[in-house]
């Protein structure tokens, strides 16, 4: 809890700290995919991940896909990579940041009793 300075100071550090592990995750990827992609310096990554973030934002009905679009937009349009590194590295950005933490995050829900099908009665125990 945030009550006082103290605990601003700790919130702020330790946000910095997942902001630059996951621009980290966004180098690694780039590296990998080897030129042109690798040769955007970090201040061009933290540009395609606000823009990632922003697509977040943005998700179609059913589909989702914003992250993936916002990334792709970026890159083509602001970097001029060619469409189908564009789409890898953003399928890959993807899988890293947000698919990644289903590998933990499933046995720990089960382990607390979560489950598909409690899911949807937990709105009606919070009332």
Do not use: K
């Not at 042109?36 to 991940?49: D, E, H, K, R, Y």
């Not at 720990?108 to 937990?122: D, F, M, T, V």
């Amino acid at each position: 809890m945030i009550g006082d300075l103290p605990g601003l100071l700790r919130a702020l550090v330790s946000t910095a700290i997942v902001w630059l592990c996951v621009l980290g995750s966004y180098w690694a990827a780039a590296q990998s995919l080897g030129e042109p992609v690798s040769a955007i310096n970090a201040g061009g990554l933290t540009l395609v991940m606000l823009s990632s973030g922003l697509g977040s934002v943005a998700h179609l009905p059913g589909v989702g896909g914003g992250i993936q679009i916002a990334t792709i937009l970026s890159l083509t349009h602001l970097f001029s990579i060619p469409l189908p590194i564009a789409t890898s590295m953003a399928l890959f950005i993807w899988v890293i940041t947000y698919l990644l933490v289903l590998l933990p995050g499933l046995p720990l829900a089960a382990r607390e009793g979560i489950s598909w099908r409690n899911l949807s009665s937990l709105p009606q125990a919070a009332e």
